[in-house]
C-alpha cells in the first residue's frame, strides 16, 4: 500500500506529485493507496487535477482524513474510492473565495458545486450533501441549515454515507480496507518536485520575475546583448519552465513571452530609443507572466494571487533600478558595462559655448591643423584656429566662442617655447 501525504495548503506543486505516486503504485502492482490528508485547502485548480487523477487510477484510492479535509481538500477527499475519518475530524466547507477570503462570484461558486455533485454523482454520494459544502444556500434538512455552509463530522459523515468507518491510525484504516499488516510505501517528493515548488513558492516567483525585468532594463540601457540578457532568459526560463512542468503555463503563453522576447530585442538591437516595441514587448512579457501563474481556469483567489506575485516584483524591481540609477553611474565598479551619460570637462569635453573663456589664454596641448587640444586655465578645450598651423607648445588666446567651436590665435611671442 502507498501512502500519499496531502498536507499543508493545497498549491500547484501537489498534483504532479500525487500524479506520479498514483502511476508508481500501479506499476509496482499496489494494492491500493491511501491519502492521509490533513489541509485547510488551497487552489481549486490544483484540487481539480488531483481530482481527475484519482478517479483515472487503475487501483483503489482511499482517503484517511486525519484530522481535517476544507475545501480542495474536502474535493480530493470524495474523489477517492472511500472516505475514511479519524476521531473528531470534519470534511467540507468548500465555497471557492478570493485572496481576502470574501465569496467569490456566483459563475466560479456554479462550477464549484457542478464539479462537487459529479463526483458525488460518480462515486454513489448523496450530491445536495457535496453541494451544500460549496453554496451555503443549499439546506440538508437536519443536518445543515440555510445560510451555512456544510462541515460534516466523522459521526454525520458516517450518519450520510460520506464516511465509510471511524480509524483512529494508519493499521485501523488498513484493517478496515481489507488489508491487514500490508506493507506501507510512503511516497516522497522527488528533487525535481522539490526544486518546482520551491520555484513556484508565492516568496520566490516575485524574486525570479524581479530578476529577470531586471536583465531586460539592463539590456535597454546598454543597447547590447550580455550579462543583463542572460540573467533575464535565466529567471524567466525558471519561472515560466516550472509553470510549464505545473500545466499552469501552455504553449500559448510561451509563445507570448518569446514574442515579447523577439519585439524587446528588436527595440535594443535594431531601434533607437524605446518606443512602441518596447512597449509591446513588456506588455506581452507582463502578460505572459500573469497568465502562467492562473492557470487555465482561475478564480478569483487565483487572479487576486497572480497581481499580488506581479505587484511584489514589480516593486522590487522599481527599488533596484532606482539604487542602480542613483549609484551606480558614480561609481567606477561598472564602468565597462553601460555608457557614462557625463563627460568630464577636464577629459576636454565641452556641453555647452564657453563665452567666459573668450580672451583667456593658454598652451597647445597638440599641434593646431587647425583644430586640436590646449589648456586654457586648468581645463582641456577642443580648440580651432582660423587656419594657420600653430605648433604644440605655442601660447594661444581664445578670441571668440561660436556655438561649441572655441577659436584661437597663437600669441606671436610665444613662438619656440615649450611647455
Not at 586648468?378 to 556655438?403: C, H, K
Request: aromatic share 6%; charged share 20%; hydrophobic share 50%.
Amino acid at each position: 500500500v502507498y501512502r500519499i501525504d496531502v498536507t499543508g495548503t493545497v498549491e500547484n506543486g501537489l498534483a504532479p506529485y500525487i500524479a506520479r505516486g498514483l502511476s508508481e503504485a500501479e506499476a509496482a502492482g499496489a494494492d491500493a493507496v491511501y491519502l492521509d490528508i490533513d489541509t485547510p485547502g488551497g487552489r481549486v485548480d490544483a484540487a481539480e487535477r488531483i481530482s481527475d487523477a484519482i478517479r483515472a487510477a487503475a487501483i483503489p484510492v482511499y482517503a484517511f482524513v486525519n484530522p481535517r479535509a476544507f475545501s480542495a481538500g474536502a474535493l480530493i477527499a470524495i474523489s477517492t474510492t472511500a472516505v475514511y475519518m479519524g476521531p473528531g475530524a470534519v470534511m467540507g466547507a468548500a465555497t471557492p473565495v478570493d485572496g481576502e477570503g470574501v465569496r467569490a462570484s456566483e459563475k466560479m461558486v456554479s462550477a464549484m458545486r457542478a464539479e462537487f455533485r459529479a463526483v458525488a454523482e460518480q462515486r454513489g454520494l448523496d450530491p445536495r450533501i457535496a453541494e451544500a459544502m460549496v453554496d451555503e444556500r443549499i439546506a440538508i434538512p437536519g443536518l445543515d441549515p440555510a445560510d451555512e455552509l456544510l462541515t460534516l463530522t466523522t459521526a454525520e459523515a458516517l450518519r450520510v454515507g460520506y464516511a465509510k468507518a471511524e480509524v483512529a491510525d494508519e493499521a485501523a484504516l488498513l484493517q478496515a480496507v481489507g488489508l491487514p499488516g500490508a506493507r506501507v510505501v510512503p511516497l516522497e517528493p522527488n528533487w525535481a518536485e522539490q526544486v518546482v515548488r520551491f520555484l513556484t513558492n508565492p516568496l520566490v516567483a516575485p524574486l525570479l520575475l524581479s530578476l529577470g525585468v531586471l536583465g531586460l532594463v539592463f539590456e535597454i540601457k546598454t543597447g547590447a546583448f550580455g550579462i543583463g540578457g542572460l540573467l533575464s532568459l535565466t529567471s524567466l526560463g525558471l519561472f515560466f519552465g516550472s509553470s510549464f512542468v505545473l500545466g499552469l503555463a501552455g504553449w500559448e503563453e510561451i509563445l507570448l513571452l518569446g514574442l515579447g522576447l523577439v519585439a524587446l530585442a528588436v527595440e535594443v538591437l535594431v531601434l533607437p530609443g524605446f518606443g512602441v516595441a518596447g512597449i509591446l514587448g513588456l506588455a506581452a512579457i507582463g502578460g505572459a507572466m500573469a497568465l502562467a501563474m492562473m492557470g487555465a481556469a482561475p478564480t478569483t483567489g487565483d487572479v487576486v494571487q497572480a497581481l499580488a506575485v506581479l505587484g511584489a516584483s514589480l516593486v522590487i524591481t522599481a527599488a533596484v533600478v532606482f539604487a542602480w540609477l542613483r549609484h551606480l553611474p558614480n561609481s567606477g565598479r561598472f564602468d565597462g558595462l553601460y555608457l557614462k551619460g557625463r563627460m568630464a570637462q577636464s577629459e576636454g569635453y565641452i556641453s555647452a559655448p564657453r563665452t567666459e573663456l573668450v580672451g583667456q589664454d593658454g598652451i597647445a596641448l597638440t599641434d593646431l591643423r587647425p583644430a586640436g587640444t590646449a589648456r586654457i586655465g586648468t581645463e582641456r578645450v577642443d580648440v580651432v584656429t582660423e587656419g594657420e598651423y600653430v605648433p604644440q607648445g605655442s601660447a594661444v588666446q581664445v578670441i571668440r566662442s561660436e556655438g561649441y567651436r572655441h577659436v584661437v590665435r597663437e600669441l606671436v611671442e610665444s613662438r619656440g617655447s615649450s611647455v
